[in-house]
């Protein structure tokens, strides 16, 4: 398997939340209004990565430069070849039964260079060829927008850490808007803004591999919450009035447990750090990061002989305009891990740092513990509507 399940292969998605605490009843049954699909990524299926006009994306650029950082070495060249066999998959997915299909656009398709000056129009009649097919076979589309592919072109100039980016991505917006809107109920700004800024700014897990932890991984966070909020409005005022569609943003949220009852303020905080933070400047009534992140943050960072905040902050303007951007929640949900207090006196400025939380493991979730098996009866079911 290419890369690896960050990316969420074949993901089951519903449409309308579900949600039990204890066993199953056989006479439990989805209500008729929950939808079924299957999701997937353009650089994690399509291939063709230089053809047809397409540019250079931060995932090609890594994975040729950086081999070594993959699990096999591989890279998404070829991957499931769905560039060229997008008839055969839409079939796959009738065949399936699923009621809609989740899947990103390729931004270096649509616009080479990231730059919004130079549209190749063989990217946008994919996409139509695409779109048009699943309205022929009665599957509704659920357009990513962005999931993780940024144009190489853009990395030169900071990619997410440059303001600029805000623009960038909205002009991007507008033209997949204008050109699929009609086809299009549902769409997704951001994949998973957590992995997006922690692991691939802040981090070496995915690209660009930044590893500039505490700082990066902020600054990517602010722009990405602008960006959102920009391509949010736009569609709110120019293209549903036309389309009717929903706009939204999928945030990956992992269940994190105290691990002893005394430690719940540290599961707390831990997931205000994970979520929180991308999740209550959009969807909770105050806006802005939450307190426990800005407190965190800021004390570490003064500590470490920061004069300000490593977090940046936004105006009062600012977080009116972010605030109340969505018409559903998407949730990504993967695993649970115990959560306890983990006091350090590193002066390290890091991320993973600041909430001063560790974890039951690193990479085994709590799933696997079979003596851990009470703690994965937290289910999420993903994208609950408003
Ligand atoms: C596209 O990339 C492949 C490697 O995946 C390479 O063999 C081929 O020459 C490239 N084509 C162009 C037009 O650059
Ligand atoms: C199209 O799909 C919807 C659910 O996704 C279903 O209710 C409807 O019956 C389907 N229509 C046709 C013509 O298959
Ligand atoms: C979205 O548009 C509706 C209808 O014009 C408006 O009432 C609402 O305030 C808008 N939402 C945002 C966040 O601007
Ligand atoms: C969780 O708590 C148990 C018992 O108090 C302890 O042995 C274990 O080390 C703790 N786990 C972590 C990650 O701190």
Same mark, same amino acid.
């Given at each position: 398997m290419l890369l690896f399940n960050m990316f969420g292969v074949i993901t089951i998605f519903a449409l309308f939340a579900v949600f039990d605490r204890g066993c199953w009843a056989t006479s439990y049954r989805f209500p008729d209004n929950f939808l079924f699909g299957s999701a997937t990524s353009a650089y994690q299926i399509e291939g063709a990565w230089n053809e047809s006009g397409k540019g250079e994306s931060t995932w090609d650029r890594h994975t040729h430069t950086h081999?070594?950082?993959?699990i096999d070495g591989s890279n998404g060249d070829i991957a499931c070849d769905s560039y060229h066999k997008y008839e055969e998959d839409i079939q796959l997915l009738k065949y399936l039964g699923v009621d809609f299909y989740r899947f990103s656009l390729s931004w270096t398709r649509i616009f080479p260079s990231g730059f919004p000056d130079d549209i190749n129009y063989e990217g946008i009649n994919h996409y139509n060829k695409i779109l048009n097919l699943l309205v022929a076979n009665n599957i509704t589309a659920m357009v990513t927008l962005f999931h993780w592919d940024l144009p190489q072109g853009l990395m030169a100039v900071g990619g997410m850490l440059n303001p600029r980016f805000v623009t960038f991505y909205t002009e991007y917006a507008r033209t997949a808007f204008e050109h699929f809107g009609d086809r299009v109920q549902y769409w997704l700004t951001f994949n998973e803004p957590f992995q997006t800024c922690v692991f691939a700014y802040g981090d070496l897990m995915l690209a660009p591999a930044l590893g500039i932890s505490g700082i990066a991984d902020y600054l990517c966070g602010h722009n990405l919450l602008k960006a959102h909020a920009a391509v949010y409005r736009l569609y709110n005022t120019t293209y549903k009035p036309k389309y009717k569609g929903k706009i939204g943003i999928s945030i990956s949220a992992e269940w994190l447990e105290a691990n !002893?009852? !005394?430690e719940e303020a540290a599961a707390e905080r831990i997931r205000q750090f994970w979520y929180g933070m991308y999740l209550h400047p959009v969807f909770s009534s105050k806006g802005d990061y939450p307190d426990v992140v800005k407190e965190y943050v800021a004390y570490h960072s003064s500590l470490e002989g920061y004069k300000q905040s490593r977090l940046p902050q936004f105006t009062e303007d600012e977080i009116n305009y972010i605030k109340g951007t969505y018409d559903f929640m998407g949730l990504n949900h993967y695993s649970t891990y115990l959560a306890s207090d983990a006091p350090s006196s590193s002066l390290e400025t890091s991320y993973y740092n600041d909430y001063q939380v560790s974890l039951s493991s690193t990479g085994d979730s709590v799933a696997n513990d079979p003596n851990s098996l009470i703690e994965v009866r937290h289910i999420f079911y993903l994208f609950p509507l408003v």
């Amino acid at each position: 398997m290419l890369l690896f399940n960050m990316f969420g292969v074949i993901t089951i998605f519903a449409l309308f939340a579900v949600f039990d605490r204890g066993c199953w009843a056989t006479s439990y049954r989805f209500p008729d209004n929950f939808l079924f699909g299957s999701a997937t990524s353009a650089y994690q299926i399509e291939g063709a990565w230089n053809e047809s006009g397409k540019g250079e994306s931060t995932w090609d650029r890594h994975t040729h430069t950086h081999p070594e950082m993959i699990i096999d070495g591989s890279n998404g060249d070829i991957a499931c070849d769905s560039y060229h066999k997008y008839e055969e998959d839409i079939q796959l997915l009738k065949y399936l039964g699923v009621d809609f299909y989740r899947f990103s656009l390729s931004w270096t398709r649509i616009f080479p260079s990231g730059f919004p000056d130079d549209i190749n129009y063989e990217g946008i009649n994919h996409y139509n060829k695409i779109l048009n097919l699943l309205v022929a076979n009665n599957i509704t589309a659920m357009v990513t927008l962005f999931h993780w592919d940024l144009p190489q072109g853009l990395m030169a100039v900071g990619g997410m850490l440059n303001p600029r980016f805000v623009t960038f991505y909205t002009e991007y917006a507008r033209t997949a808007f204008e050109h699929f809107g009609d086809r299009v109920q549902y769409w997704l700004t951001f994949n998973e803004p957590f992995q997006t800024c922690v692991f691939a700014y802040g981090d070496l897990m995915l690209a660009p591999a930044l590893g500039i932890s505490g700082i990066a991984d902020y600054l990517c966070g602010h722009n990405l919450l602008k960006a959102h909020a920009a391509v949010y409005r736009l569609y709110n005022t120019t293209y549903k009035p036309k389309y009717k569609g929903k706009i939204g943003i999928s945030i990956s949220a992992e269940w994190l447990e105290a691990n !002893n009852t !005394n430690e719940e303020a540290a599961a707390e905080r831990i997931r205000q750090f994970w979520y929180g933070m991308y999740l209550h400047p959009v969807f909770s009534s105050k806006g802005d990061y939450p307190d426990v992140v800005k407190e965190y943050v800021a004390y570490h960072s003064s500590l470490e002989g920061y004069k300000q905040s490593r977090l940046p902050q936004f105006t009062e303007d600012e977080i009116n305009y972010i605030k109340g951007t969505y018409d559903f929640m998407g949730l990504n949900h993967y695993s649970t891990y115990l959560a306890s207090d983990a006091p350090s006196s590193s002066l390290e400025t890091s991320y993973y740092n600041d909430y001063q939380v560790s974890l039951s493991s690193t990479g085994d979730s709590v799933a696997n513990d079979p003596n851990s098996l009470i703690e994965v009866r937290h289910i999420f079911y993903l994208f609950p509507l408003v």
